[in-house]
């Protein structure tokens, strides 16, 4: 199952998350239908100008026992985050 969220900080959209979870693990639980409908798209609910970039800057993988229990991306602007990578130099 897919499960998108947006994440808000003083009122403004600042992320989203698409998490996958195997139905063996959540079928029949609270977690199977945890948002009624069809979920909006990035632009929309992140309140970005149309063609506004976008970066995908987690993937991550949540494990129980080496089972993968959910996987989401993680969808923040460009416009509102700076990436930095530190890497020593040797």
């Given at each position: 199952?897919?499960?998108?969220?947006?994440?808000h900080s003083d009122?403004?959209?600042?992320?989203?998350?698409?998490?996958?979870?195997p139905l063996a693990v959540t079928g029949g639980t609270s977690v199977e239908w945890?948002?009624?409908g069809p979920a909006p798209d990035e632009v929309r609910d992140?309140?970005?100008p149309p063609r506004s970039p976008?970066?995908?800057v987690?993937?991550?993988t949540y494990y129980a026992d080496g089972v993968a229990v959910e996987t989401?991306?993680?969808?923040v602007p460009s416009d509102r985050?700076?990436?930095?990578y530190r890497t020593p130099v040797r």
């Open positions: 199952m897919v499960t998108r969220y947006v994440f009122g403004e959209p600042i992320q989203i998350s698409y998490s996958r979870e945890p948002e009624d992140l309140r970005l976008m970066m995908f987690i993937a991550r989401a991306d993680i969808v985050y700076e990436l930095v």
